[in-house]
């Protein structure tokens, strides 16, 4: 019996150890390769989802400066945010009023706003 639960032990170590063959972790930001800096012109003059108006190129917060994120963060995401520009030329990727270059739908930045009618005030 001894011998038995020495062998499981064994095993159970060999699982986790770095030579029991690769384990696909994703980095935090790794999406951030998928996104281009420019937005096509259909996006980049589109309103966002609550009618806001996509600030002049020069205006915009790099996605540095947003603190630009894969993924959502406590509920909070792109796509219901106020900023959002919905995808327009169907790749499945959008724009935003006020950070440059590509975002995801499923990601978040800093600058996330709710959307008109979520929110605080239980809309």
Request: charged content about 20%; glycine content about 16%.
């Amino acid at each position: 019996m001894l011998a038995a639960g020495g062998s499981l032990a064994l095993s159970a170590g060999c699982i986790n150890t770095p030579t029991s063959g690769p384990i696909a972790v994703e980095e935090p930001n790794d999406c951030l390769e998928q996104l281009d800096d420019s937005v096509p012109e259909e996006e980049a003059t589109a309103l966002s989802i609550d009618g806001v108006e996509r600030q002049a190129e020069a205006n915009l917060a790099s996605k540095t400066e947003a603190g630009y994120a894969c993924g959502p963060q406590e509920g909070m995401l792109c796509g219901n945010c106020t900023f959002y520009i919905d995808d327009k030329s169907g790749d499945g990727i959008g724009a935003c009023a006020v950070v440059a270059g590509e975002v995801r739908s499923v990601d978040w930045c800093g600058l996330w706003q709710p959307r008109d009618g979520y929110g605080g005030d239980g809309g």
